[in-house]
């Protein structure tokens, strides 16, 4: 599909930037359209419900439940980046283009990042 879409003549001077776009665009249309048929199985909203209830029960878990010496003490930076984390994780259940969902999982590689450079530097702070 994709390779028929470079080929339309509405695409014949498009530069390379442009046709991956489309091609994203594509795949996230085409995903969109069969995501029920290509990714639900029987039985994956009973299952989604049970992780759903077993992530509001682990609420309580903060950086310092993590045995890092350093988070025990965390700066409001590294808080607010512990939360923007988890909200990317969460957000991953809405998308349904895989490029979406692998940008959900980058995004919040580098809010855990922030957090620990952010703790590190304010328990650097403390320890001087």
């Given at each position: 599909?994709?390779?028929?879409?470079?080929?339309?003549?509405?695409?014949?001077?498009?530069?390379?930037?442009?046709?991956?776009?489309?091609?994203?665009?594509?795949?996230g249309l085409?995903?969109?359209?069969?995501?029920?048929?290509?990714?639900?199985?029987?039985?994956?909203?009973?299952?989604?419900?049970?992780?759903?209830?077993r992530l509001?029960?682990?609420?309580?878990?903060?950086?310092?439940?993590?045995?890092?010496?350093?988070?025990?003490?965390?700066?409001?930076?590294?808080?607010?980046?512990?939360?923007?984390?988890?909200?990317?994780?969460?957000?991953?259940?809405?998308?349904?283009?895989?490029?979406?969902?692998?940008?959900c999982v980058?995004?919040?590689?580098?809010?855990?990042?922030?957090?620990?450079?952010?703790?590190?530097?304010?328990?650097?702070?403390?320890?001087?």
């Open positions: 599909l994709e390779s028929r879409a470079r080929a339309h003549w509405l695409w014949a001077g498009a530069g390379a930037a442009e046709l991956e776009a489309v091609g994203e665009g594509l795949e085409v995903t969109a359209q069969f995501y029920d048929s290509l990714f639900q199985e029987e039985g994956d909203a009973e299952r989604d419900r049970e992780l759903e209830l509001e029960c682990m609420q309580f878990v903060e950086p310092g439940h993590l045995d890092i010496p350093f988070l025990h003490c965390p700066s409001p930076a590294a808080a607010r980046s512990m939360d923007r984390a988890k909200q990317e994780l969460r957000r991953m259940d809405c998308r349904t283009a895989p490029r979406d969902k692998l940008a980058v995004a919040c590689c580098k809010a855990v990042v922030l957090m620990i450079r952010a703790a590190a530097a304010s328990a650097a702070k403390t320890t001087a």
